[in-house]
Each structure stands twice: as structure tokens, then as C-alpha cells.
């Protein structure tokens, strides 16, 4: 790729080793452990990178697993090592914060198709020797759970006290719940959807698209190749990026106002802070995000459809469920809107489980969930309080 | 451009054609007709493609402006010479159509900085006998508006019965109004704003960026280099067309269906309908619009703010305005949402302007102002009706 820096060429470098060696704890399995996918292939050597804050108690009843998003990693609470910033949701899980490591052992995995340690098209394929790419077979929600089923199994954790997530991170939530209900016994699905909508699935399918644009894609080898889609990812990074901020949100924040000058250049220059806000973004994610686990991952939700798995009855999804659930949206959060909250509402009590229901609000937008939201805080300490009295913990 | 067709080619070719000699009406300025830009550059050589229908009256009071949205071109009721399609706007625009071309003038020109035969990027610079490119200079909706009134002084029409036009088209209604307050008898600003807010600017800067990723912008050369940045500019032409439409309307025509299969491909290709459709639209684009005639447009759009022109205050740009004006919004348009319209109603009715506001019931989105919405056609009608009456038309 020209024009790269040295410092970028590290970063690089430094993100490739960590999709293979994360700087975390790692799990590895091979044939004995094999993982069976819903496209029908099967990963005979594959592996997880997660991280782990507190400690489990005796009873092995106090673990707690934080699903991440899309671009998530199994960072949740501890500095990361690519861009040295601290954990993603450190204003929920830490000592003292509602998802509480003193009295919590909370488990945070990067999901299947990532580029954090967990096996992704950025990983070496252990029969060729070279990065997955595109020949990784794709992967969907439930596959995600499943492969934190099996590391949950070898750290011989059978049952779940929470599992928490918010926007793709729910989504996994709700898959837990469903998949293994006997495994979860409280669940917080946060700002997400059991099926994601046609307008999302539009706004990932041109992110994709800027990706695949970039000739430096080269049709995903890019890995072997020694480039990166830096310029195609920037921008599928920027237009995703509005979509998880409100209109509000971004007034409030840049409004009309200009960057570092008094009047329009009457150039393509950034002359508004919206637009330099962005195109840091953009750069800023390049950096540390692997472009074919875009691709996977954005996939991996675009094909998530709780319903369709069960007759198309969201509620028989749960049927039978002892899980406590605790529903939370944000107002001005209109990629998953609280009518997305709601009809997983409707599903749970059809299903006669056990379900509370907040809508919260707030002009954060989608990213509200991961932000200084002290409703959110106080409804998660109240229901995780609740849980924990419940489960004797 | 590698894999292009021979039918592509042709497509491309016609497009550069018309950008400098359009099927339509031409009308060509030179030095005593200058045009200065509020950049500061002037243009001495220009020109301005347009159409008309219907008559002119004796009296020349029958006039009506229609001003073109982003995309949009003069040839607003009649067949495009380069999809071969019918006009954008023949739903509103026609014999016995709301504005019925039997009783009134009806002109649509071209956009400064457009591509079908005003003066624009893509258009031959006279001075150098090559494509403007980058070398064009920045222009604004004033630049726009200013140049349709020397349009107008040519055709020896003083005064326009009405000005009409949506999205864009409408900040040049506002603009109209505001300039040249004494030629314009009736607007119709719909689905518009008196300012481009952070999100628009930010979807807005996403599409250019997509551009200019493209190797095959060629810094914007690439018409001399007879390349077309067709990737960037379709991946930028899908994300904008999500925001023309609404989720309901997403939802209902697409929904999550499959495109001509009965189970996901577990692949990257276009198994969504939604899918499928936002890349048949960004495809189709690329062979009717001028990539950098897209990056000057959308600037364009950017820096409208028309009260920042007033000390800041709106209603001083309609101060002592004797046009009757019709506002109306959408309410599933989340582009120009219903509180820009009441923003411009609000400083209308401040500044003591005979204004009506109508908040039109639909699920289409911002596109609803170009389709068949007959609450949109009554309220022209009547709105045209009552006008022609009051100017004894």
C-alpha cells in the first residue's frame, strides 16, 4: 500500500499477530472439539482469544459473559493492545460498576469471524499455512455462540449467571437464551433486534461494497498480498459510523460548525467538524480492524433472524424458559429502534417468561449503550441485583 | 476502465457528450454576461442546458421555474437522452398535471456544476480546451439560482409565476426567494431545509469520500485519463439512496426476502432483495452521472445555510417578501425531516410572508416528493390554483 507510514506498517503488522497470538488469554481446539457451522462447514482446528476479570466462586455460579459488537473485542475492560486505549465498556464492567468484578467472574470472547484471536478470515488457515480470507467459511450468530459454548465447556463453566450485550452483542444474548436456555439464568439484550431490518442490512451491504471497491481488497488476499483496503474500509467505517449516532447527537456535538477556520474554503478540504470527525473515524479503524472480518461479521448479522429459525414464532424461540430478561432501548436510537425492543418483548411474554422492559432515554443514538448513561447503569445494577438475590449469589 | 462493456462505453461517451452539447435547449454566455460565484471565481464562458413546455403567454406572467434535486436534470418531463427513460418529475409536471403545462410556461434547466450541459466539472474548460475537473470552481445554491436568473434575462422573462422544487431543488425555491424576492410571484419549497444539517453533511462526505477512494478518480483527471471511478461513485450512490427512502418503505417492498433463492448462499453475493436493488442502483447511476459533478453538487448542498447569508436570522431573508409561499414535508422524510420545513415556515410567518404548511402522510421517505402521492398533487393544485387566480392568470 503507498503512502504508509512506518507507524501505520507497526499497527499493521501488530494487528495481523494479534488475529493469530492475541495479547489475551487464548483457548485452542482441535478435531475432539470440531465446530460445526450453520453454512454446513466445519472448523477441525480453530480457537478463541477472551479475556476474564474477577474471579469465579466455588460453586461456579457467578460468571457473567459480555457478547461485543460488531467491532467489539474480547477487551471489554482492560487496556487494548492495539490502540492502547482502555477497554470498550469500562463504564459497566469493572470493580464497583453494575456489571461488578468484585463480585462477578465476567468472561469477554472475540466473536467467530473477528480479527482478535478468536478464528477469523485474518487467521491462519492451518492447512495452507496463509490467512483464511475469503476461503473462511461464513459464520452467523448462532456459530458465534456456539464456539463461546464450547470455551464456556472448557473452563468447565455449565451455567451462566448473565449474559449481557448490547446491538450485535444482543443479538447473541437472545441466541444464548435460545440455544441453551438451561445455561443462562438472567439475560440482557441491550439496543438490539432479533432480526435485523432491510435498511440495516442496506446500510452494511454498502459498507461491504466500499470494501470490495478497493482494488486493494484484491479480492480478499490482501493479507498474502501485503496491502490493505485502508481507503474502503475508512469510508464503509464512516458511513456506518453516522448510523450509530442521532441526528440530535450529531448537532449537538459539530452542528454546522467549521474546522479550525472562520469561513468555507470552497474546497473538497474538511471545512465542517462533522466531516474531519469522520475521516478520523475512518482512519482510526483501519488500524485496528481486520476489512474481510468486516465483511463476515456484518454478514454474520445481516443473516440474524431469531424467528425464522423457529416456524417464524419469535416466541417459541423461548418457549419454556426459566431465563430472567431484562429488555433496554434508547430512544433516539433509530438503527434499532424500540419498536425492535418491543417485539422481543411481545415474544417473551407470549412465551410466558419472566421479562422487564425499559425504554431509556436519551439523544445518544445506537451508541447510547456503550456511553455514560446513568439510566442504564442504574436499570442494569437493579436487575443484575435482583438476579444475583434470586441465584443466591 | 478494465471489464467494461462496448454498451458501457457508449453510455459513458454519451454522457461526456451531453455535459458539453445536451439534447435539450442550450443557452451560452459569454464575457458581458459573466458569471461571478461567491467563491469569488467568475465565470466568463458558460452555459446553461434547459428545457421548456407549454407557452408563454403574451403578458410573459405564465412562467414557472422548476428547480432540479441533486441528481436531477432539465429534462424534467420529457424523455432523458441518456436512460431513455420518461422525465423525473411527469407525475407533477404535464398536460393537466398540477403543474399543467397547458396554462403555464414550464422551464427546467440543468444545475451549475451539473453534467448535462450547464457548466460543470465535467464540461470543456474553454481556456484550456480540456475537462474542467477539479479546476472548476466551487459552487453554491446562490451560484446555482444566479445563474437561472441570466437564464431568464436571456428568455426576457422578468417575473416567474412560481418557483417549485424539492430537496435541493427546493433550497434554490428558498434561495429564489430570497434573492430575487420581486421575480417570484409563488414557491413551493417541499421536502426541503433553509440549512444542510450535520447528518446530511456527514452521509454527504461519506459519498465523496467513496469517490475519491477510487483509484480511478485520478485526483479527478479521470475524464482526461478516460477512467471513470465507477466503483466510488455507485458504493457512494447506494448509500444515499438509503436516505431517500424510509425503513417502513424498505421494510415493505423488501423486507428480509431473498433474491431468487429459497435459503442464503452463505456467500458475499446479493442474497437480500434490498441487496440486489441498492446495487442495480448504484450501477445504473454511474452511467447518467459525472463523478466529480456528484463531489460539487453535494458540496453545494453542504454549504446551504441560508440565514447564515441574514446575520443568522432567517426570517431577514424573506424580509418585506411579497411571494406566497406552499411549504411541505413528509412524515417518514428523515433527510429533510418535518421541523426543517417548520424551521422555514416559522421564519416566513416572522417575517409576516402569506405562507401555507402542509405535513404530507406517507411511508415513502425523502423520494416521496417525486412520486404519486395525491395529497402532494391536491395541495399543488390548490395552492397553483389559488395563485394563478390572484395573479388573474
Same mark, same amino acid.
Given at each position: 500500500?503507498?503512502?504508509?507510514?512506518?507507524?501505520?506498517?507497526?499497527?499493521?503488522?501488530?494487528?495481523?499477530?494479534?488475529?493469530?497470538?492475541?495479547?489475551?488469554?487464548?483457548?485452542?481446539?482441535?478435531?475432539?472439539?470440531?465446530?460445526?457451522?450453520?453454512?454446513?462447514?466445519?472448523?477441525?482446528?480453530?480457537?478463541?482469544?477472551?479475556?476474564?476479570?474477577?474471579?469465579?466462586?466455588?460453586?461456579?455460579?457467578?460468571?457473567?459473559?459480555?457478547?461485543?459488537?460488531?467491532?467489539?473485542?474480547?477487551?471489554?475492560?482492560?487496556?487494548?493492545?492495539?490502540?492502547?486505549?482502555?477497554?470498550?465498556?469500562?463504564?459497566?464492567?469493572?470493580?464497583?460498576?453494575?456489571?461488578?468484578?468484585?463480585?462477578?467472574?465476567?468472561?469477554?470472547?472475540?466473536?467467530?469471524?473477528?480479527?482478535?484471536?478468536?478464528?477469523?478470515?485474518?487467521?491462519?488457515?492451518?492447512?495452507?499455512?496463509?490467512?483464511?480470507?475469503?476461503?473462511?467459511?461464513?459464520?452467523?450468530?448462532?456459530?458465534?455462540?456456539?464456539?463461546?459454548?464450547?470455551?464456556?465447556?472448557?473452563?468447565?463453566?455449565?451455567?451462566?449467571?448473565?449474559?449481557?450485550?448490547?446491538?450485535?452483542?444482543?443479538?447473541?444474548?437472545?441466541?444464548?437464551?435460545?440455544?441453551?436456555?438451561?445455561?443462562?439464568?438472567?439475560?440482557?439484550?441491550?439496543?438490539?433486534?432479533?432480526?435485523?431490518?432491510?435498511?440495516?442490512?442496506?446500510?452494511?451491504?454498502?459498507?461491504?461494497?466500499?470494501?470490495?471497491?478497493?482494488?486493494?481488497?484484491?479480492?480478499?488476499?490482501?493479507?498474502?498480498?501485503?496491502?490493505?483496503?485502508?481507503?474502503?474500509?475508512?469510508?464503509?467505517?464512516?458511513?456506518?459510523?453516522?448510523?450509530? +449516532?442521532?441526528?440530535?447527537?450529531? #448537532?449537538?456535538? @459539530?452542528?454546522?460548525?467549521?474546522?479550525?477556520?472562520? $469561513?468555507? /474554503?470552497?474546497? !473538497?478540504?474538511?471545512?465542517?467538524?462533522?466531516?474531519?470527525?469522520?475521516?478520523?473515524?475512518?482512519?482510526?479503524?483501519?488500524?485496528?480492524?481486520?476489512?474481510?472480518?468486516?465483511?463476515?461479521?456484518?454478514?454474520?448479522?445481516?443473516?440474524?433472524?431469531?424467528?425464522?429459525?423457529?416456524?417464524?414464532?419469535?416466541?417459541?424461540?423461548?418457549?419454556?424458559?426459566?431465563?430472567?430478561?431484562?429488555?433496554?432501548?434508547?430512544?433516539?436510537?433509530?438503527?434499532?429502534?424500540?419498536?425492535?425492543?418491543?417485539?422481543?418483548?411481545?415474544?417473551?411474554?407470549?412465551?410466558?417468561?419472566?421479562?422487564?422492559?425499559?425504554? +431509556?432515554?436519551?439523544?445518544?443514538? #445506537?451508541?447510547? @449503550?456503550?456511553?455514560?448513561?446513568?439510566?442504564?447503569? $442504574?436499570? /442494569?445494577?437493579? !436487575?443484575?441485583?435482583?438476579?444475583?438475590?434470586?441465584?443466591?449469589?
Amino acid at each position: 500500500m503507498p503512502n504508509r507510514t512506518t507507524q501505520e506498517d507497526q499497527a499493521l503488522a501488530d494487528a495481523l499477530t494479534e488475529a493469530n497470538r492475541p495479547s489475551s488469554l487464548l483457548a485452542q481446539f482441535g478435531p475432539e472439539r470440531a465446530l460445526q457451522l450453520d453454512s454446513g462447514a466445519v472448523l477441525e482446528h480453530w480457537q478463541i482469544g477472551y479475556q476474564t476479570y474477577g474471579s469465579l466462586n466455588a460453586s461456579r455460579s457467578n460468571a457473567v459473559l459480555i457478547c461485543h459488537a460488531l467491532t467489539g473485542d474480547q477487551h471489554v475492560a482492560s487496556r487494548n493492545p492495539i490502540t492502547g486505549k482502555g477497554g470498550w465498556w469500562t463504564a459497566m464492567v469493572g470493580p464497583g460498576k453494575p456489571v461488578d468484578t468484585d463480585r462477578f467472574f465476567v468472561i469477554c470472547a472475540n466473536v467467530l469471524g473477528g480479527c482478535m484471536g478468536t478464528t477469523g478470515p485474518a487467521s491462519t488457515n492451518p492447512e495452507t499455512g496463509k490467512p483464511w480470507g475469503l476461503s473462511f467459511p461464513m459464520v452467523t450468530i448462532r456459530d458465534m455462540v456456539r464456539a463461546q459454548a464450547h470455551l464456556l465447556d472448557s473452563l468447565g463453566i455449565d451455567s451462566l449467571f448473565s449474559v449481557v450485550g448490547g446491538s450485535m452483542g444482543g443479538m447473541q444474548v437472545l441466541q444464548w437464551a435460545a440455544s441453551y436456555p438451561q445455561r443462562v439464568f438472567s439475560a440482557l439484550p441491550l439496543a438490539t433486534a432479533a432480526k435485523h431490518s432491510a435498511q440495516n442490512i442496506a446500510f452494511h451491504e454498502v459498507g461491504r461494497q466500499a470494501v470490495m471497491a478497493d482494488p486493494d481488497w484484491r479480492g480478499g488476499r490482501y493479507l498474502e498480498e501485503n496491502t490493505r483496503p485502508a481507503k474502503g474500509l475508512s469510508v464503509a467505517r464512516m458511513g456506518a459510523h453516522i448510523t450509530y +449516532l442521532s441526528e440530535p447527537a450529531l #448537532h449537538r456535538k @459539530f452542528g454546522r460548525r467549521l474546522q479550525e477556520r472562520s $469561513a468555507p /474554503t470552497f474546497t !473538497f478540504d474538511a471545512d465542517f467538524q462533522v466531516e474531519s470527525y469522520l475521516r478520523h473515524q475512518g482512519v482510526s479503524f483501519v488500524e485496528r480492524f481486520d476489512a474481510n472480518s468486516y465483511l463476515y461479521v456484518t454478514r454474520a448479522m445481516d443473516y440474524f433472524d431469531l424467528a425464522a429459525d423457529h416456524d417464524g414464532v419469535l416466541a417459541k424461540a423461548f418457549a419454556g424458559t426459566k431465563t430472567r430478561f431484562c429488555v433496554a432501548s434508547f430512544t433516539s436510537d433509530w438503527l434499532f429502534p424500540t419498536s425492535d425492543s418491543r417485539a422481543i418483548v411481545h415474544a417473551l411474554n407470549a412465551a410466558g417468561a419472566s421479562v422487564s422492559f425499559v425504554e +431509556l432515554e436519551s439523544d445518544k443514538g #445506537h451508541d447510547a @449503550f456503550l456511553l455514560e448513561e446513568p439510566n442504564l447503569f $442504574a436499570t /442494569t445494577r437493579g !436487575f443484575i441485583g435482583a438476579a444475583a438475590r434470586a441465584r443466591g449469589l
